[in-house]
């Protein structure tokens, strides 16, 4: 009986240590990706992306919403034109993630400013597949608003 409970417990811990190391290892992939954005450091944002990455936007309107896509290498073109006087901080203000295997999700409420102004607020949906060279970003999808943000 012992030596089952023993196991159990060595089992649990395993598995528990093993689920906050790939929660870590997810948000530092997201923490790259916004912190390459502050830097305007391509190599640093495209690093965190898969090759084949989507990124999408909730857009809200009276009739209803609807989405609006940007491919990652025109994100990566309109920050590597933006002005060196400008910098551009999306703080994300917390990181809930789930991770099964080789896939995980992140839900990352966060607030975005320029030139320490604030800009607006929204949720970043990430979905992440693990593959041989580490956890990347597959898609991106987000929400934007002014109002009701804090």
Not at 22 to 42: C, H, P, S, W
Not at 61 to 77: A, H, Q
Not at 80 to 90: I, N, R, S
Not at 126 to 138: C, N, P, T
Request: glycine share 6%; charged share 25%.
């Amino acid at each position: 009986m012992k030596k089952s409970l023993l196991l159990l417990v060595f089992f649990s811990s395993t598995f528990l240590v093993s689920a906050q190391s790939a929660d870590q290892e997810v948000k530092a992939v997201i923490q790259t990706l916004f912190d390459g954005m502050r830097a305007k450091n391509i190599e640093m944002i495209s690093s965190a992306f898969d090759p084949d990455a989507m990124m999408q936007t909730v857009v809200s309107n009276p009739e209803g919403s609807e989405t609006r896509g940007n491919s990652v290498s025109d994100f990566l073109d309109r920050i590597g034109q933006t002005p060196a006087d400008t910098q551009l901080d999306e703080r994300i203000l917390d990181y809930q993630i789930k991770v099964d295997g080789t896939l995980a999700s992140a839900w990352t409420p966060y607030e975005f400013y320029v030139n320490e102004t604030f800009s607006h607020c929204g949720v970043n949906s990430f979905q992440l597949v693990k593959k041989s060279e580490g956890w990347k970003i597959v898609f991106i999808i987000d929400t934007r608003r002014k109002e009701g943000c804090k």
